[in-house]
């Protein structure tokens, strides 16, 4: 679930905000001339994705045995509402929200995730918990908005949350349905052309269509994880399409789809409507992760050479949250996030943010000097530039998202976001 879909689906969830009827909802962020709040990781404008990539960047720290600077975890808690959930960003976190800040389940589950893993901070994910479970739909799902319809992505996040407080997952139901119930529904059958995979949402004529995003989410929610995801033991054979009855057959029939889509190219690609595809660096690193919680990290070694290999410059321009995919991807397939395609990704990630409170013993002096240096000076130079990864093409193509609702963030999410 990469930064620049989280930045689309924060700008559509606010252009249909009246009727998404949400219970809180974004305060306006900075300029981009302002100051970023000290604490926070990036220095692009963290309107729609502040809390995002906060939570990953933490996560991702947790994860290879670094202890974060306490102010950025003292942001990450300020930006929660009195209620417990937590919107994109908000400029002012002493200021109470109120019905103008338009929170949202993924900024919610991604936090108690983060704020889970670094510990001692159960009265937040409790309830931030307990605000999720409020706004879980009828059938067992979430969407990005409260109230919105059920989507793969938002559904497995907030399993990811409810596995990191120590809730079980199958037993969160509304309507005597559970978030895995949810799942299924959106999982395609085997006799369709894309045998496996997940759709986002089902369209307006209720057809599914897969979506390579949707479907690494999925493989994780559905094994139970979090956007750490988690190395499995492999399987040994590769998966074949089964009929899912249960979630877990459902996350091998995905991690079948993905198989077979990573194979020509080591890479999966996107496109906005029009334009040429492009490699899709974040949802790589996704099904790279997918496929290594389902025990499948042996066939995911191509896409991981690949992302070594080609990388760097989108994750300079994608920052922390770059970074932190790039981190959680490599720790789950077993490779060397200190020596990514010549990186050092933890000292890279680090450097766009406070100086963590430790490091492990392991990352020499002299390796993270260098990722320093080099971290702030492309982060300077992504600062001029573009922030998101994708380059300006994709950015037009999300401020036209805007203006026209969310129709084409349901479409993009199904059709343009595909191998």
């Not at 919680?293 to 994750?315: F, H, I, K, P």
């Not at 200190?338 to 990186?343: L, P, S, V």
């Not at 130079?381 to 573009?386: L, Q, R, S, V």
């Amino acid at each position: 679930m990469n930064v620049v879909r989280r930045t689309a689906a924060a700008l559509a969830a606010t252009a249909v905000i009246g009727t998404a009827a949400p219970a809180v909802a974004a305060t306006s962020s900075p300029s981009p001339s302002a100051a970023i709040p000290d604490g926070l990781y990036g220095s692009s404008d963290p309107k729609y994705d502040g809390v995002w990539r906060q939570s990953l960047a933490l996560l991702a720290q947790d994860t290879v045995g670094v202890r974060p600077a306490a102010k950025a975890v003292d942001w990450l808690v300020g930006q929660q509402c009195a209620n417990g959930a937590f919107a994109p960003f908000r400029a002012d976190g002493a200021k109470a929200c109120d019905a103008k800040v338009v929170v949202d389940t993924n900024s919610t589950a991604a936090a108690v995730q983060a704020l889970a893993a670094l510990g001692g901070h159960d009265a937040a994910t409790g309830k931030a918990v307990g605000w999720l479970k409020s706004v879980q739909n009828k059938d067992g799902g979430w969407g990005y908005a409260p109230g919105g319809a059920s989507d793969a992505n938002s559904t497995s996040v907030v399993i990811g949350a409810l596995a990191a407080v120590g809730e079980q997952p199958a037993r969160v139901t509304k309507g005597g349905k559970s978030p895995y119930d949810a799942l299924l529904k959106l999982a395609l059958p085997c006799d369709a052309k894309d045998a496996g995979a997940f759709a986002y949402q089902p369209d307006k004529k209720g057809t599914l269509a897969a979506n390579a995003d949707a479907t690494a989410a999925a493989v994780v929610g559905a094994l139970g994880k979090g956007l750490a995801g988690a190395a499995a033991k492999p399987t040994g054979a590769a998966p074949a399409c089964a009929d899912a009855s249960d979630a877990g057959q459902a996350a091998r029939n995905a991690a079948a789809y993905l198989i077979k889509a990573l194979a020509k190219g080591h890479h999966l690609t996107s496109a906005m409507p029009g334009a040429k595809p492009q490699p899709d660096y974040g949802n790589t690193a996704d099904a790279v992760l997918a496929l290594a919680t389902a025990g499948q990290g042996d066939r995911a070694a191509g896409a991981v050479r690949w992302l070594e290999a080609n990388s760097a410059q989108w994750a300079r321009a994608g920052g922390p949250a770059a970074y932190a995919e790039l981190i959680l991807a490599a720790n789950a397939a077993r490779a060397d996030v200190r020596d990514f395609g010549g990186q050092d990704l933890v000292g890279l990630l680090n450097a766009t943010g406070p100086e963590p409170a430790s490091v492990p013993a392991s990352a020499t002096a002299s390796a993270s000097a260098s990722a320093s240096a080099s971290a702030k000076a492309h982060s300077a130079e992504a600062g001029k530039k573009d922030d998101s990864g994708f380059g300006v093409w994709w950015i037009v193509g999300v401020f036209l998202v805007a203006g026209i609702g969310v129709g084409f963030l349901r479409s993009g999410r199904n059709k343009g976001r595909q191998p």
